[in-house]
Antibody
Framework: QVQLVQSGGGVVQPGRSLTLSCSASGFTFSNYAMHWVRQAPGKGLEWVAL????????YYADSVNGRFTVSRDNSKNTLSLQMNSLSADDTAVYFC??????????????????WGQGTLVTVSS | EVVMMQSPATLSVSAGERVTLSCRASQSVSTILAWYQQKPGQAPRLLIY???TRATGVPARFSGSGSGTEFTLTISSLQSEDFAVYYCQQYNKWPLTFGQGTRLEIK
């Protein structure tokens, strides 16, 4: 069965960096675009980033563009999110999520059929 | 940006009742809309995609309808496990956007 197991997260000071990871199993990882979605405490969901199946195409929300970098290692079935210049507004639970479309290249449907368990990032001094 | 607006914010209902949740888009998204269920401390779960197609394993009491700017999620007979927060999400235009959620509470 599809599993997305997240790691990383924790407390980080404003202006510092943090990297989140998401380990995938139960499906052919290299055939699916992947996303990051976040949820501030007590708030709704916000899409953060999308990476294509081959990692060559990346899309970001305006709120993180230029500060966050999404990447993937298809040989290790791993998705990552490097977060730089963090601020209090980035405090949230971060979820990795799988796109449903089985394809190769810059292809996706852009909704989310499986989610990781989430990991909390707290930006505080 | 397509703004998604859900109503009501909170709905108090009893088990066994039929409930309809609304989601409105600030511009047409055709039928490119998904619904998710989220319980406390858990990740969201996909319920509906394409506005009306149930995801794998989703009970038949959940149904979605609508197109353009007006969408509904209907639960035909509420079960105890359905009390949760429900989100709609459009994936027709960038950036992907979610509604603010509707919380179903036990009356």
């Amino acid at each position: 069965q599809v599993q997305l197991v997240q790691s990383g997260g924790g407390v980080v000071q404003p202006g510092r960096s943090l990297t989140l990871s998401c380990s995938a199993s139960g499906f052919t990882f290299s055939n699916y675009a992947m996303h990051w979605v976040r949820q501030a405490p007590g708030k709704g969901l916000e899409w953060v980033a999308l990476i294509s199946t081959d990692g060559n195409n990346k899309y970001y929300a305006d709120s993180v563009n230029g500060r966050f970098t999404v990447s993937r290692d298809n040989s290790k079935n791993t998705l990552s999110l490097q977060m730089n210049s963090l601020s209090a507004d980035d405090t949230a639970v971060y979820f990795c999520a799988k796109d449903p479309l089985d394809c190769v290249g810059d292809c996706y449907t852009a909704y989310f059929d499986y989610w990781g368990q989430g990991t909390l990032v707290t930006v505080s001094s | 940006e397509v703004v998604m607006m859900q109503s009501p914010a909170t709905l108090s209902v009893s088990a066994g009742e039929r409930v309809t949740l609304s989601c409105r888009a600030s511009q047409s998204v055709s039928t490119i809309l998904a619904w998710y269920q989220q319980k406390p401390g858990q990740a969201p779960r996909l319920l509906i995609y394409g506005a009306s197609t149930r995801a794998t394993g989703v009970p038949a009491r959940f149904s979605g309808s609508g197109s353009g700017t007006e969408f509904t999620l209907t639960i035909s007979s509420l079960q105890s496990e359905d009390f949760a927060v429900y989100y709609c999400q459009q994936y027709n235009k960038w950036p992907l956007t979610f509604g603010q959620g509707t919380r179903l509470e036990i009356k």
